[in-house]
């Protein structure tokens, strides 16, 4: 292939990426996205400062250190989340373009903070334990979108079942 015809297939794929996080940015299912991981940032701020302060200060030196590791994990998490739903938001609103929106700065990280082992038989507060499942739901929700948003090339079109068939009869004939 030619210079020129690689550079025409990059931006092909380029313009159909940008295509794809314009047509997210502009979705109902972005706005949900948008308010259920605004909402449970400020949930968790909330809690945070006020209840799960007044708990964390309850619990024995064991369990005190999971609270703060796995509260630390907690906000690592959301701000991840938070960051990446505030640019799709600066693309709806025309104040980043969708092709820089697709630089990996942008991207949710591959793997998600790592857990304490040791959390699970901390007796933590249900407050705080609650916002972790909820925080790893929409993490999860989230990072799956962006890997469906962000593929390397467009998706290869299905072979038609029936075209398929046709080559391989007409294959075997040949032979």
């Known amino acids: 292939m030619s ?4 550079n025409a297939a990059v931006n092909d794929a380029d313009q159909w990426r940008a295509g794809v996080v314009r047509d997210f940015a502009s979705s109902a299912l972005f706005d949900r996205t948008f308010q259920q991981g605004m909402e449970l940032v400020e949930q968790t701020a909330a ?3 006020g209840p ?3 708990e964390s200060k309850q619990l024995n030196r064991k369990s005190a250190l999971s609270y703060a590791s796995e509260s630390m994990r907690l906000t690592t998490r959301l701000m991840q989340v938070a960051s990446w739903l505030l640019v799709q938001r600066a693309v709806r609103q025309g104040e980043m373009e969708a092709l820089a929106a697709c630089d990996m700065r942008y991207r949710l990280d591959r793997d998600p903070p790592a857990g304490d082992a040791d959390a699970a038989s901390a007796n933590l ?3 705080l334990t ?4 909820r925080s790893e739901q929409l993490y999860e929700r989230v990072r799956h979108l962006d890997r ?3 593929l390397d090339s467009p998706p290869a079109p299905e072979p038609h079942p029936v075209l398929s068939q ?3 009869l007409e294959a075997a004939f040949k032979r």
Not at 3 to 6: K, N, R, V
């Open 125 to 127: 507060p249900h407050g």
């Open 52 to 54: 799960g302060r007044q």
């Open 148 to 150: 469906r948003m962000y």
């Open 166 to 168: 046709q080559e391989r």
């Open 3 to 6: 210079e020129f015809g690689a």
């Open 130 to 133: 609650a916002l972790l499942a």
């Open 47 to 49: 809690y945070l400062d």
